[in-house]
């Protein structure tokens, strides 16, 4: 079973950076696209920010320029590194990837796995 497990949260103060790592783990054959969500207090879950299996990338308008996503497929990881960042950025992100695996001699392409979240938290 594939799992993804996210790293690099915190508290920071405004205009501080932060970077988020999220890896993914198991029976993985490719990973095709990899993406950051945030939630915060009373909204829906958005997306951030997405990379291809090419390195193409895109972002939500409030982050461009100030977030940057990258991904490492020999060690199956997307980075987020998050700078001037904005109380509004406060909030719980969330890694998405997703990939190739099989379970139960089933082959799956492209099964979507979450990671548990981590907390950003920004402070004016």
């Known amino acids: 079973q594939v799992q993804v497990v996210e790293s690099g949260g915190g508290s920071v103060q405004a205009g501080g950076s932060l970077r988020l790592s999220c890896t993914a783990s198991?029976?993985?054959?490719?990973?095709?696209?990899m993406e950051w969500y945030r939630q915060t207090q009373g909204k829906q879950r958005e997306l951030v920010a997405r990379?291809?299996?090419?390195?193409?990338?895109n972002y939500e308008d409030s982050v461009k320029g100030r977030f940057t996503i990258s991904r490492d497929n020999v060690a199956n990881t997307a980075r987020l590194e998050m700078n001037r960042l904005i109380p509004e950025d406060t909030g719980v992100y969330y890694c998405?990837?997703?990939?190739?695996?099989?379970?139960?001699?089933?082959?799956?392409?492209?099964?979507?796995?979450w990671g548990q979240g981590t907390q950003v938290t920004v402070s004016s």
């Open positions: 998405k990837q997703e990939v190739e695996t099989e379970q139960a001699g089933l082959r799956y392409r492209w099964l979507e796995v």
């Open positions: 198991g029976t993985i054959f490719s990973i095709n696209g």
């Open positions: 990379i291809s299996s090419d390195g193409d990338a």
